[in-house]
T-cell receptor, first 115, second 114 residues
Framework: AQKVTQAQTEISVVEKEDVTLDCVYE???????LFWYKQPPSGELVFLIR??????QNEISGRYSWNFQKSTSSFNFTITASQVVDSAVYFC????????????FGSGTQLTVLP | DGGITQSPKYLFRKEGQNVTLSCEQN?????MYWYRQDPGQGLRLIYY???????QKGDIAEGYSVSREKKESFPLTVTSAQKNPTAFYLC?????????????FGPGTRLTVL
């Protein structure tokens, strides 16, 4: 069975600080996809990134960057120069290859960016 | 504008009553999903549907029912058999059910049982 662990329940930072959200996953499959979603106070989940298990390149998109390391089964998310608008709950999720069709979500990290 | 709509945003129900949550999408997506979110927890899959007139149980289907008569619509009924229905319900859709297809989510319905 697959599992996603987000050990950080809540994080508070002051605006302009960098912050890293941790995600550790468990699966025996060799083909899988990892996702990050953002859930602002409005409740709607917003897709941020998808990464497949064969692509370990780090990715940067503006102030966001992701560090995928298969050796430690981690897919961490860093926000550089955080802003108040980054305040949200962030979810890491795992989807398996083959016939699997569902996302397994972590419990989420509540990020609060203080002005 | 393409997207997913869920109604109502807030819903109150008395114990023992069935209630139906609406989900409509105009993205022309084949697959649709229902998730439940409880405080401090991630999303858990209730049901999903790959095509019209077909749907499959997820991890926590007991006490819920769905239908998929139209591609655009995937309503969820919370029955009186659901022991703890108070939660936030999210509907999602994707172009297919392949693992590479990211899911797009609606704004959610918050259900409270009085």
């Amino acid at each position: 069975a697959q599992k996603v662990t987000q050990a950080q329940t809540e994080i508070s930072v002051v605006e302009k600080e960098d912050v890293t959200l941790d995600c550790v996953y468990e699966t025996r499959d060799t083909t899988y996809y990892l996702f990050w979603y953002k859930q602002p106070p409005s409740g709607e989940l917003v897709f941020l990134i998808r990464r497949n298990s064969f692509d370990e390149q780090n990715e940067i998109s503006g102030r966001y960057s992701w560090n995928f390391q298969k050796s430690t089964s981690s897919f961490n998310f860093t926000i550089t120069a955080s802003q108040v608008v980054d305040s949200a709950v962030y979810f890491c999720a795992l989807s398996l290859g083959g016939s699997a069709r569902q996302l397994t979500f972590g419990s989420g990290t509540q990020l609060t960016v203080l002005p | 504008d393409g997207g997913i709509t869920q109604s109502p945003k807030y819903l109150f129900r008395k114990e023992g009553q069935n209630v139906t949550l609406s989900c409509e999408q105009n993205l022309n997506h084949d697959a649709m999903y229902w998730y439940r979110q409880d405080p401090g927890q991630g999303l858990r899959l209730i049901y999903y549907s790959q095509i019209v007139n077909d749907f499959q149980k997820g991890d926590i289907a007991e006490g819920y029912s769905v239908s998929r008569e139209k591609k655009e619509s995937f309503p969820l009924t919370v029955t009186s058999a659901q022991k703890n229905p108070t939660a936030f319900y999210l509907c999602a859709s994707s172009t297919g059910t392949g693992v590479y297809n990211e899911q797009f989510f609606g704004p959610g319905t918050r259900l409270t049982v009085l």
